[in-house]
């Protein structure tokens, strides 16, 4: 299989259709093979050989361009740069009014930041891999000439001393005492030493960056859990060259994958064709051409896809399955030429696989079955979605 893909990706030019066939039975890690064919499924690398490493190097610059200026230029006060603070004229005044000043900026993106921060401290907690330091801290930021602030630095002055003030979606504030910890709380996890970083880190200025790029969409709860698989796979290329610069190439992999997918996460498109109700329906239709019998069950008991296809469809199933398989999904959504379709018969065909299961269970434990799902071989689940797409 090995050499199959070394065939396919030594040509000048790949074939496309080859190399998504090779990819969707699940691509080989050795050789940093997986890291090649997701930068080509995901429309990072071209399909001619000859333009790569003028690409990588101009898109990585890019992103070196991105880091100075949404990173390094905010927090650049505490830089000696020979700017005393008393310079600040009304213009850059945290007290400025102006909605464009560039304090009121500050505060508005340490609110996105906060948000980000929470999730991604809690990426894949059952793995030690996002807690440990990377072999590639981002020197730009860390260098210690520079004293530049890092987003956890920020985070660290923005969370109000006291107090930590949580807001749900409906507006309503509580305030918890930082002194009854929870059990993911901070201090649980131990601080780096100063010039190191954590992989969690890197993943929280990959979403900050996308979220300041993006401000249609900005950052929504649940982008972490698919930038983590992304750049799980790119931090542990075994080709170092391409590890290094794990955090520009997933940024650009994570932002072609959202443009394909952010529909799911925009709630204003939610009952539009591209949004993620019209998805969820069509897991029901398709089941009930497949299974009709299991359709009417549940229809019977009034258990809506939102119950549970919502997280399966919008997170790209990376909450139902252990990392390693999570990828190994991937391996086939990302080569599926019609982006997605084979997801629906992913759903479809873990429902069916449990179909005994649900068709005896009432309301409350077939609930249960579809929340904590209870099947963890997903060759078994990809070889039913296969056969059901055979089916067609």
Request: net charge negative.
């Amino acid at each position: 299989r090995i050499a199959d893909f070394q065939e396919v990706l030594g040509e000048p030019t790949v074939a496309l259709a080859k190399l998504r066939d090779l990819c969707f039975s699940g691509i080989p890690f050795e050789g940093g093979l997986r890291c090649l064919c997701w930068k080509i499924l995901l429309n990072y690398l071209p399909l001619e050989k000859a333009l790569w490493s003028s690409l990588l190097k101009k898109q990585r610059d890019l992103y070196s361009q991105f880091l100075k200026e949404m990173i390094i230029q905010p927090g650049i006060a505490k830089a000696n740069l020979g700017v005393s603070r008393e310079d600040v004229t009304l213009e850059d005044h945290p007290l400025n009014p102006n909605p464009d000043s560039r304090w009121n900026t500050y505060f508005k993106d340490n609110e996105v930041l906060l948000q980000i921060d929470k999730d991604v401290r809690r990426l894949y907690p059952d793995m030690a891999f996002f807690q440990r330091p990377t072999d590639y801290p981002c020197l730009l930021i860390l260098d210690p000439q520079n004293e530049f602030e890092t987003l956890r630095k920020r985070v660290e002055q923005t969370t109000l001393k006291s107090q930590t003030v949580a807001r749900n979606r409906s507006g309503v504030t509580n305030v918890s005492s930082p002194l009854k910890t929870t059990s993911n709380s901070l201090s649980e996890y131990e601080v780096l030493p100063n010039g190191c970083e954590a992989h969690w880190e890197v993943v929280e200025r990959i979403l900050f960056i996308y979220a300041k790029l993006n401000p249609g969409i900005a950052y929504v709860q649940g982008m972490n859990e698919i930038v983590g698989p992304l750049y799980y796979t790119f931090a542990t290329d075994p080709n170092s060259e391409w590890k290094e610069h794990a955090e520009a190439d997933t940024f650009f992999c994570f932002t072609n994958l959202m443009a394909e997918i952010r529909d799911n996460f925009i709630k204003s498109l939610d009952d539009s064709q591209c949004g993620i109700t019209y998805k969820m329906e069509k897991v029901y239709s398709t089941l009930k051409e497949k299974d009709v019998e299991l359709y009417l069950k549940l229809q019977e008991q009034n258990i809506k896809p939102q119950f549970f296809a919502f997280r399966w469809l919008t997170l790209l199933l990376s909450q139902e399955f252990l990392l390693p398989d999570v990828i190994r999904i991937w391996d086939s959504l990302f080569a599926d030429d019609k982006r997605f379709d084979f997801l629906l018969l992913v759903c479809c065909a873990m429902l069916i696989l449990i179909r005994d299961q649900l068709l005896e269970g009432d309301f409350t434990l077939n609930m249960r079955l579809l929340q904590d799902y209870p099947i963890s071989d997903v060759h078994l689940i990809l070889k039913k979605a296969k056969e059901l797409q055979d089916s067609k």
